[in-house]
């Protein structure tokens, strides 16, 4: 099946600092998204982006399909966007999500 | 809309005793999904519906049985617990209109069998 790898595993900022996530993947995908778990454990929608570049606040992502990543991009962080990010893709013969590992963020005032 | 609800929020069961976890959602999305998450992992698929009356495995199926009479509710039941099993389980919908797969996910249930 599709392997889906983010990096880093674990990512610690202080507050108002900018960051990078990645998501690589190994096939073409019909959807990709990134959500947001919250220290709570739910799972927040951020972007559904299998193509092209959104940006939503201070988040945005972007997603290259013909070189199999994508990006998320947290600028000035703060407190409350600590918890894990995941990304999930629906691979092209398929019709659910396969998620990756995630990355921890963890924001320090 | 309500989206997808998940009920009950939490559970504690012994091995061997059986239940359901329900999922029901309000956005009349065709396809619904299971997905287990272990401690510091992604999310796992269980078992996936296209539509009512069309269930099919999907990563991790073993221990767990679904069905779906209407296209609302899509229920997962527990034949026999094992502390394996003990984990957070969260149900999703999406509709595939327009060849999207955005997927929506319920609060989920946290299942500890002791």
């Known amino acids: 099946g599709i392997q889906v790898e983010q990096s880093p595993p674990d990512l610690i900022l202080q507050e108002g600092a900018n960051s990078t996530l990645r998501c690589n993947f190994s096939?073409?995908?019909?959807?990709l998204q990134w959500f947001h778990q919250n220290p709570w454990g739910q799972l927040i929608n951020l972007f559904y982006?299998?193509?092209g570049t959104k940006q939503n606040g201070r988040l945005s992502a972007t997603t290259v399909a013909t070189e199999r990543y994508s990006l998320l991009y947290i600028s000035s962080s703060q407190t409350t966007d600590s918890g894990v990010y995941f990304c999930?893709?629906?691979?092209?013969?398929?019709?659910?999500?396969?998620f990756g590992s995630g990355t921890q963020l963890t924001v320090l005032p | 809309n309500a989206g997808v609800t998940q009920t009950p929020k939490f559970q504690v069961l012994k091995t061997g005793q059986s239940m359901t976890l329900q999922c029901a959602q309000d956005?009349?999305?065709?396809?619904m999904s299971w997905y287990r998450q272990d401690p510091g992992m992604g999310l796992r698929l269980i078992h996936y519906?296209?539509?009512?009356?069309?269930?099919d495995q999907g990563e991790v199926p073993n221990g767990y049985n679904v069905s779906r009479s209407t296209t609302e509710d899509f229920p997962l039941r527990l034949l026999s617990a094992a502390p394996s099993q003990t984990s957070v389980y969260f149900c999703?919908?999406?509709?595939?209109?327009?060849?999207?797969?955005?997927?929506?996910f319920g609060p989920g249930t946290r299942l500890t069998v002791t």
């Open positions: 956005m009349n999305h065709e396809y």
């Open positions: 999703a919908s999406s509709s595939p209109g327009q060849g999207r797969y955005e997927q929506y």
């Open positions: 519906s296209v539509g009512a009356g069309i269930t």
């Open positions: 096939d073409s995908v019909n959807n």
């Open positions: 982006i299998p193509s």
């Open positions: 999930a893709v629906v691979p092209g013969s398929a019709r659910q999500l396969t």
